[in-house]
């Protein structure tokens, strides 16, 4: 046999709650290891390195973006240093993993796109959710055309906290939802009208409702909250033949499709055209889920993805797509002027 | 003893779905008695006479609005005809009940009200929900104080049908719970959003969502529904102390009182003021309801209103201002120009 | 065109909470009317006959077991009087309708159906649950072979209220799951074993388990219970191959098939045999169930059989075998040496 | 300041599945640290010391016995091993925490209590359930004699899996509910009844129910079982005030305190003694659970009692009462013989 093709060498920058979910999940992906950790606090890496003996850590991320023996980042810090890290990293060279959400604006998310296309790097934005079993399995049924024409997308992720001290409630949660969509319906929004209201911070929405337009009849709707009594994660994505109801907090019947749906026939009855509405009630169907964890998903597609110079399916635009809806979302919250008056 | 008071005596003017339980629960209210019924549709009065052979029938109203022997006027008619029938039975001194929604236009809801105000009449608008046992419990729990600040109202009523031919599924499903809001909250909106869609009749929208908006930071928002394949009928109060959720699927346990809430402090330290955040979560309580049916309230109160003389608690404005915010609602979703672009 | 079929003239003796269900799907039934009714209060022979002014009444039951004019007597008494009132009318040529329990013993039961047989009369027991869209589609699923060997049948009837005067709780409930298990199952039990208590009067047990045991390794276990803060009524039947949760509280997904279960397989290793389990979780599925109210198909399949001159589904066999069942149980709760001291 | 308490000096034998987590949370308790790790398992040893790397491992639990460095052994090993090391730990002056069930038989936990009440040890055995936050608050609610008199205890245990190799389903399950029971209602049955069937083996039975009797008339009944569709973990504790459900599938509501019951009057009317039965619903109650992990509380609970040289609640005792409990029903699954014809 040949010589092993050399193993794909990771660090991690920023090791918070997130930092050893990330360490043991590309630990058990093939053909990679994670050889650096980077946190500004050094009790965290004492804690890190407690975990990993093998990892080496340092609190200067540049160490890491400079060293020869690095061929991948992974960028786990607040959002408002994504930018400056993914540039550098890409500058040097690097394929980047960025977590959720991807930056803190648009145009920020177009110049890190350009950059890596100019040096044929790799990004990949984490947005874990496309990675369930219940999401894929989901695109699975809609790639198959069992819905029939897509007439809505009706999601709904509240619960009670956790308040976050920069960003509202749209940047915190639409993430998931928002890459949800545009991973599930393959379709380009045209506008987005948000409400929103911070309670506690006139600057920070704990609440917000956002309704997206597409070229098309067909019609989204989002609900984040941060303060709610009761944690709802559901989506619906109804079909003109079948709806599937998409309900996270259920143990065992997470996604369910329903043999639903309406047939409009127009009458001509004594010069009047009449509409008739007939109502289909099917079974109920709730596929088998693969419980295999997410981030474990997300990493081994990532290394592949590396390994053979592919994009994966949360890339560049796939972030650069989500920011667009997020800061219209925002810009929509923001004007005050729309409301019609009563 | 003295003379018994003369019974209040009853004309309903439309006998469809909803005719047989008006007569049934007004012939069990003390002091009035369903003399007549009208219905065009001679078969109807047929099938409603042999239900209550005391009944006399007739397929003109007028007739009815014409009898010295009538006091009060119950009109469940198309709501297209529900401003012709009132305004006359009001012309001719007759109390009126009105089904929701009250009327097609916020001008001919304040015609009628002018209209009763000249001639001393009585309207009622059956927003029947204000009468069942969990929105009597919830107003009470209010009106205790016991939420502290109402922060939001948010509301979903879906289900798979009943698609009407007429009017959108604002018109048919919002008097429920806007009437709710209006009578818990006792909060006049100052503006609204919303977004619908027809899928099978452009014309006719069967998704809808309104967000309200308050002279507050108050934020209320609805979700309209007739193409989803679960039935939810949900209602969150969420307060600055406690917070409600009435979930009237539940059968036994329709109203939940958390005892949750957000305590936000601000913190300088080394010169920067700091969020801290800490969440409150207590027990969870579900109060007793009383099962009576809420159209029986309904109809005892309204007797009562018109023996004392008294404004009923959905009185003619009550109608007034839900029929404001549906007419507001219709108007922001055709006006189809302040979508924030993407 | 022939002559038409004469139709089937039914009366009815008893008239109470089942009476009016009974005129109005018999009613609804091509080819029989309900000609008469009977109940010892003349006051609800009044109310019958407001609601129904077609119906001959009276309270003396021999007249209608005497009258040339009635083909089939339903019987909706108290159970004590099941027999007398059967056996007079199996005599008098009719064929008779028996509410359930189909009588106070196994004895009576074993005569009526001497009694039928001579007359060739029908008997039909009104095991209502077994005309539930419900059970029909699990009857199905079973026939189809789709559960494999059936492994155990478990099932819970519990809610508060409504204690009953003359029975205890396994006479009041036990019949419903009793006929579903042997219409499902149509396997002859060989032995039971239940325990049950009165909390409030010694004789009337409130609460009872029963182990039922067959003549193979399938078990069978049911809780009744009037004393309980919730309502469940829920039955697992267990296959091999699929288990099936029928959840009678479920607005909309009352049956569902797991495709579940486990595989054993024997090895020997080092000279020792060692079980290796191996678990299957597939899909699960929903099916749609026919909605029809029971009793109605019910009826109708009991005038099928007058008219063909065929033994129902719930035959006198039916009710004696749950007769013969509930009597065990009895007997087995009543003595009470077989505790295993502890 | 004086001189510190020296820490009291644990030794696991068994690391298996339970093991890390004895280890961290004993790790969290003041007063002690682990210092010993024994298993069989090589390789299981070496992941346990990369965990902890301050832990001393060792292939034989003679060592940790014998060791004066160890005032506790934790004995987390196949129950058949249980007594041979509890026995030789107690003979060294150890004190012993043994993991549920105690021992295989009634006698083998007399001896282990006499031998530990000669040497003044402790004894705990590890009923984890006992120390959640949900039993303790029931426990409370008990205490303060909310529920009234205690009628019936009802429980159910049922999942898919994990089929044991040594043990049938009650040996597995039934020390969970059993002590749970046990601590709860503080009463001494005296006979039991159990039923249960080994579909793959014969011996080991993978459904059981078990009806226990009381000196009085209250009841407890207890359904395991390792072959069902769905997972329910439910608890009814039902007294003549008051009713308990504790739902541990339940994310946020697993203790319900439901305000129902039922009135018995009797009346004398005609001659004739009427019992005339009332119902009371009332409000229902979901206190706050504190969310501790339960091994957490129990390990510091037992700390306390080594420091404090007090009995532990889930003492030697606690054990044996549960394992006799198990033995009676073991002797009546086997028992064939008491099955009422049917």
Redo the contacts between chains.
């Keep these: 046999m040949g010589k092993r093709e050399p193993s794909i060498k990771i660090g991690i920058i920023g090791c918070g709650y997130w930092g050893p979910n990330l360490v043991r999940n590309f630990s058990a992906v093939d053909d990679c290891y994670v050889k650096f950790c980077c946190d500004i606090d050094a009790n965290r890496l004492r804690y890190i390195q407690?975990l990993y003996?093998f990892l080496e850590v340092t609190r200067e991320y540049q160490k890491i973006i400079d060293s020869p023996d690095v061929d991948v980042i992974v960028i786990a810090t607040p959002v408002s240093t994504h930018f400056p890290i993914a540039i550098k990293a890409l500058n040097a060279g690097k394929d980047v993993w960025i977590e959720k959400p991807m930056t803190t604006s648009v145009k920020e998310a177009q110049i890190l796109i350009k950059e890596a296309e100019k040096r044929k790097r790799i990004i990949f934005v984490d947005h874990t959710f496309i990675y369930t079993g219940a999401i894929r399995k989901i695109k699975e049924i809609i790639k198959s055309n069992a819905l029939g024409r897509i007439?809505?997308f009706?999601s709904v992720r509240i619960n009670?906290?956790l308040?976050q001290?920069d960003v509202n409630v749209v940047w915190d949660l639409a993430p998931h939802d928002l890459s949800i969509m545009d991973y599930l319906l393959e379709k380009t929004?045209?506008?987005?009208?948000?409400?929103?209201?911070?309670?506690?911070?006139?600057d920070i929405e704990n609440?917000a409702?956002l309704?997206v337009?597409f070229d098309s009849?067909?019609?989204a709707?989002f609900?984040f909250?941060w303060?709610?009594?009761?944690?709802i994660r559901q989506i619906?994505v109804?079909g003109?033949e079948k709806?599937?109801?998409y309900n996270d907090?259920e143990?065992?019947?997470k996604v369910?499709v329903?043999?639903?749906g309406?047939t409009?026939n127009q009458k001509k009855k004594e010069n009047i055209y009449?509409?008739l509405?007939s109502?289909r009630?099917?079974?109920?169907?709730?596929?088998?889920i693969d419980t295999k964890e997410a981030l474990s998903v997300a990493c081994e597609h990532f290394i592949d993805c590396v390994k053979l110079r592919k994009s994966p399916i949360t890339d560049g635009y796939s972030g650069l797509r989500v920011t667009?809806?997020i800061e219209?979302?925002q810009?929509?919250i923001k004007?005050k002027e729309?409301?019609?008056?009563?």
Tied chains: 1, 2, 3, 4.
């Design positions: 407690r003996p007439l809505y009706d009670l906290g308040f001290h929004p045209v506008g987005i009208y948000a409400t929103g209201v911070g309670h506690y911070n006139n609440i409702y309704s337009k009849d067909m019609l709707h609900h909250n303060l709610a009594p009761v944690k619906l109804c003109s709806m599937i109801l907090m143990p065992s019947e369910k329903f043999d639903r309406v409009i009449q509409t509405v109502y009630t099917g079974d109920i169907y709730s596929p088998k667009k809806m219209a979302s810009r929509s004007k729309h409301w019609e008056p009563i």
